[in-house]
Nanobody, 126 residues
Framework: QVQLAESGGGLVQAGDSLRLSCAAS????????MGWFRQAPGKEREFAAS???????????DYADAVKGRFTTSRDNTKNTFYLQMDSLEPEDTAVYYC????????????????WGRGTQVTVSS
């Protein structure tokens, strides 16, 4: 049974940092693209970042313009865990953050991700 479980969300002030974690199980983690999406109140779910390999051992990161330079993804394939380090947080980053897994390299579309976690709330106060 596939499971993705996010953790690490919370309430912080603008300029602070948070690190989200996504614990994965039930699939071959190293072979999957891992992504972070977010959904703010009243808005559609949007792509934030992803990590994928080019059929090798090197992993590449992709970031939405809104988070580029502030957010960093990483993954530990020995622990089947995916991370999102979020620095210089802004009130506009307030959202529920979802971890997702898929097989289409380079995709930023939610429909291309097969598995989803339940999300973790990140709230950034000004």
């Amino acid at each position: 049974q596939v499971q993705l479980a996010e953790s690490g969300g919370g309430l912080v002030q603008a300029g602070d940092s948070l690190r989200l974690s996504c614990a994965a199980s039930g699939f071959t983690f190293k072979d999957y693209i891992m992504g972070w999406f977010r959904q703010a109140p009243g808005k559609e779910r949007e792509f934030a970042a992803s990590s994928f390999s080019n059929y090798g051992t090197t992993y590449y990161a992709d970031y939405a313009d809104a988070v580029k330079g502030r957010f960093t993804t990483s993954r530990d394939n020995t622990k089947n865990t995916f991370y999102l380090q979020m620095d210089s947080l802004e009130p506009e980053d307030t959202a529920v953050y979802y971890c997702a897994a898929g097989r289409l390299r380079g995709s930023r579309l939610a429909k291309d991700f097969n598995y989803w976690g339940r999300g973790t709330q990140v709230t950034v106060s000004s």
